[in-house]
């Protein structure tokens, strides 16, 4: 059963299988997000853990041994536990456990914190390394805004002007390739024509918050000043966006196979731990 959420200017659900967040409305019941329509795509939030997008050939060796770990990892397919849960936040937490560690040898403790405060949802990932050793990942978020008129309606809008500077996918691994797209005043006019190899991924940004506006007309925003990576993502004709923080992104074709060497990966020490911070604000 997903967990609702609601305060006197937001109502969220989640479903406890991924932590996903399927549905943010406002005090009039307009919906912010994707149906996840199988006929297009059939999620609506993904959490992304161990990994962002592919490794190369789906494996990686670790003390010698070959694990297979498939695209954004494992933790969007599993059940997590309620740890915590208020009129207005949960917790949710995954562990490791046996059938983790056939794909990811590492004791960890993921949780994600859902908060809403005034006309905000504040999203908290902590990862907790609680083994032996040091442990690598990485975290990524992947939410589907629904945009249902006209695509070329909608816009853009980086905090600062950007020249976006994009990797190309091939056969889902990220090239050397570069294509950049200049942001003049920070705003980037939606079309389908940027997504015809796939998703603009960005492995550096410098605007801390993207604002989605229809007609000129600015309407959600989502903040992540903790994720240092970036992904903007649909295909033609599909009626949505993905604005997706990243900490880490896919194996590019030259990947060895080490996470410890994988570029844009993070390593918890013994005992620490890390939290991220995701916030979706609307603005009208």
């Known amino acids: 059963m997903n967990v609702t959420l609601s305060n006197t200017v937001l109502s969220v659900s989640i479903n406890p299988k991924g932590a996903e967040l399927v549905s943010l409305k406002d005090d009039n019941g307009k919906e912010y997000m994707w149906e996840a329509n199988p006929e297009y795509w059939g999620k609506h939030s993904p959490v992304l853990f161990p990994i962002v997008g592919v490794l190369k050939d789906n494996s990686y060796t670790h003390n010698d041994k070959k694990y ?8 969007r397919d599993m059940m997590f536990e309620i740890k915590e849960q208020f009129e207005d936040s949960v917790i949710f937490l995954l562990t490791a456990d046996d059938s983790t560690k056939e794909k990811y040898p590492f004791d960890f403790e993921l949780e994600v914190q ?3 405060e005034d006309n905000n949802l504040y999203i908290d990932y902590t990862v907790v390394n609680m083994g032996d050793g040091d442990m690598p990942f990485s975290l990524g978020a992947h939410p589907a805004f629904a945009l249902p008129n006209d695509f070329n309606d909608y816009s853009l809008e980086f905090e600062k002007d950007e020249e976006l500077i994009t990797h190309p996918l091939e056969n889902e691994l990220l090239t050397d390739r570069k294509i950049i797209y200049s942001v003049p005043e920070g705003i980037l006019p939606l079309e389908y024509s940027l997504f015809k190899k796939d998703a603009l991924v960005c492995k550096e940004i410098d605007s801390t918050y993207i604002t989605i506006a229809e007609n000129d007309e600015p309407f959600l925003r989502v903040t992540f000043p903790d994720f240092p990576h970036l992904g903007i993502w649909t295909k033609p004709d599909f009626p949505f966006l993905c604005i997706e923080p990243w900490q880490g992104y896919a194996d590019s074709p030259s990947a060895n196979g080490n996470l410890f060497e994988k570029e844009g ?3 918890l020490e ?4 890390i939290t991220k911070t995701l916030t979706i604000e609307i603005l009208k």
């Open 68 to 75: 297979n770990l498939s695209r954004h990892g494992f933790a």
């Open 114 to 116: 859902y908060t809403l």
């Open 265 to 267: 990966m993070l390593v």
């Open 270 to 273: 013994e005992g620490s731990e």
